[in-house]
């Protein structure tokens, strides 16, 4: 090799180290500058006939509300600086259990962790070796991030300070990673680090590895959450964020988050719900502005009350049940298998499939396959149904959609996979409230002709306990197949089934 | 620049030999083990690094002595070998013997933490369940019984006792995971549409937090598919066990 090649590739494997260098570094990459409009928003803008300008004017406005990426957090109103009500400060109304707020046992949490997060800082500040902690923190996951509030505290130490001075600067300095809680710049961080690549940088679901999702991430923007424990399609209440985070939604793209420590959690809760409100902000603006065509301040604020409203005094629509859980007998079990194939009660069956118990009392079927969710696929020239050519069954599509327009899939009650937690109280709130965003009905809230309510307390728990009993492994650990334990007297179900259209989660395909 | 590069295949030797010595106290070596598998799994890592050792060392050292003997201009004609059978026999014969000795040492080992023999009496404390990407436990309720109604689960953590054997069914919902713990020197693999029965006994003195990793490449969020096993002492685990029980039966007012 001459002396030039050799120095030219030199040039090239520095060339290459250094890219590796900068595509693999941990630095965060710099944050998007400002908040986009939505593409719904702005073709509803412009389908009205406003242009550039009037988008740039409700940027603005949103940018004043919610800030912008690098900075968020939401403008204070005259009247909450007269109530001394600020949701920028963190964890601002400890022990109020107000919308927003973290409870004091949520708080008594975050100091736990914080302290087995911080041990080893604490440890360095307590022995007095403040030159320490600077490393100390370095070496904890994302550390990085507080480097700056460690600069300023210790700043404030001052120049040769007395022992005095010393033993209250620690105190202080411990409180302070004790009670650590992420600033919104802290979280937003956090959420593009971590959320982002699916969620997106307004929350809109559209991060660069959502389109490989099934099922594709939540769009936050309209405000509606699937899983939440309250009535009346509210807003999710900070506790459902929370154990989304914590517990992950089994079975989807979105896994828990449990290595984050609870402050970090409740910081990213506290994100999504700016994202969310700004998002929900963002639409009501801009169809107010249709309607009004034009924006005003007052428009603006009004808005932005309106949305507050909607995400507060949730705590009153919880659903909870009086006294302790009624015990899954025998007989409330065949109550409940009777109600979900009863079409003028639970109506389950139409959806979820036929379901039963068998002579041996083991519960059966709910495997997702209802005749109402799925319909034959027709040729468009004869109107005939298409046929598999591997099969030679009827092809089937799923019918339902959810609100944001995806095309999806009952649960297959068999395999036991519940997105919002398998405790009977999670199951009670599925069936009392439905699913936001999905046509699983809120049976609970329910009427019928005469305004009675249209299950008791007793066919709510009695549908409850049968539904959670579908997916109970007779074999202990579930290797058997459920059909072979028990009975199966569905044939035409089966068909049905294997030949169904694309399903929306792995789990009902298997089959 | 014979002697350079004999110089660089020296270094070569040394700082192979020097690293391996000096990993431990970079803290860049297995880390502590906490399980009753660790004694077993380390002296069998240890036997076969030394074996290694001894190979790299051998072969450094011929090498470096050819680097250095035959770099030379030589203006003599080379000369032609058919190869030697002895020498074929016994470089095929010791490490035959060597995979030999390796192979049994291994056994004790290997039937301790895999054969169903060795397995623990008693049912198993929970299934373990692989997803992507995420590690989920499912525990018995208070009839004692799994599969039934009411088992709860536990994302993330896996709370075992401390001090006494665990055992566990893995099993996966998708593709293939891995479940690792490496403090505990156990890996096995979990299979879609088997039921993998495992078991591993932590320290009575060791109890903790220990990772769990997902071994084996199942998609793209593999990187983030962590878990945690949390080793309780017995009183702590009943505790816990008893708290999460009653929490399964919450009715929501008090969570």
Known sequence: MNCKSQRRLGTAIVCAASFLGWSCSDQPHAAARHYKLSESVVKELEDAGFRAREEGQVLGALEMLFGTPAAPGYLVTNEWLDDGFNPNWPNYAVGDNGSGSVTDAEFAAIVEGNRQRFAGVIAEIEAGNFDGVEKALADIPRGNLLAKLWADLYASLGEEPSADDVAAFKDDAKLTFEEYYPSFADSAELYRQQCLHCHGNEGGADGPTARFLNPLPRDYRRGIFKYTALKDKARPRREDLFNTLAQGIYSTAMPNFRRFSDAELHGLVDYVQLLSMRGETEMLLAANMVSDEALTTDMVLETYNDVWGRWSGQDEKLITFDGPIPAPTPELLHRGAELFNDPNKGNCFSCHGQAGIDEHGHSWGGRGNGSAAFADVLDEATGEPVRSPWTGMIEKKATYSDDWGHTIVPRNLEEGVFRFGRRPIDIYRRIYAGINGTPMPAIGESKDAEGNPLLSDEDMWALVHFVRSLSEKHDGIGLLPQRLVARDDSASEHSEHSGHAPAEHGEESTH | ?255
């Open chain 2, 1 to 255: 620049m014979r002697f350079l590069a004999t110089l660089l295949f020296l270094a070569l030797l040394v700082f192979g030999v020097w690293s391996f010595q000096a990993a431990e106290s970079f803290g860049a070596w297995l880390p502590p083990h906490v399980s009753s598998f660790g004694p077993d799994i380390d002296a069998l890592f240890k036997l076969i690094l030394w074996m290694v050792t001894f190979f790299f060392i051998l072969t450094e050292v011929v090498l470096i002595y050819c680097v250095w003997r035959f770099s030379k201009k030589d203006p003599s004609k080379a000369h032609f070998t058919h190869g030697s059978h002895k020498l074929e026999m016994l470089w095929t014969a010791v490490p035959a013997g060597l995979l030999l000795v390796i192979a049994f040492a291994q056994m004790g080992a290997w039937a301790n933490i895999r054969f169903p023999s060795a397995f623990p009496d008693g049912e198993p404390v929970a299934v373990a369940w692989a997803s992507q990407f995420d590690w989920r436990f499912q525990y018995p309720g208070a009839d004692g019984v799994l599969g039934t109604m009411d088992d709860f689960e536990s994302a993330h953590d896996f709370v075992v006792p401390a001090g006494e054997p665990v055992k566990f069914i893995l099993r996966s919902r998708d593709v293939i995971h891995s479940f690792s713990v490496p403090q505990f020197r156990l890996k096995q693999d979990a299979m879609p549409g088997m039921a993998i029965p495992v078991w591993f006994q932590v320290d009575e003195d060791r109890p903790g937090d220990y990772e769990l990793i997902c071994m084996e490449l199942c998609g793209w969020g593999h990187y983030k598919m962590a878990g945690k096993v949390r080793a309780l002492p017995r009183a702590e685990y009943d505790a816990w066990v008893a708290d999460q029980q009653a929490q399964f039966m919450s009715n929501g007012i008090e969570e």
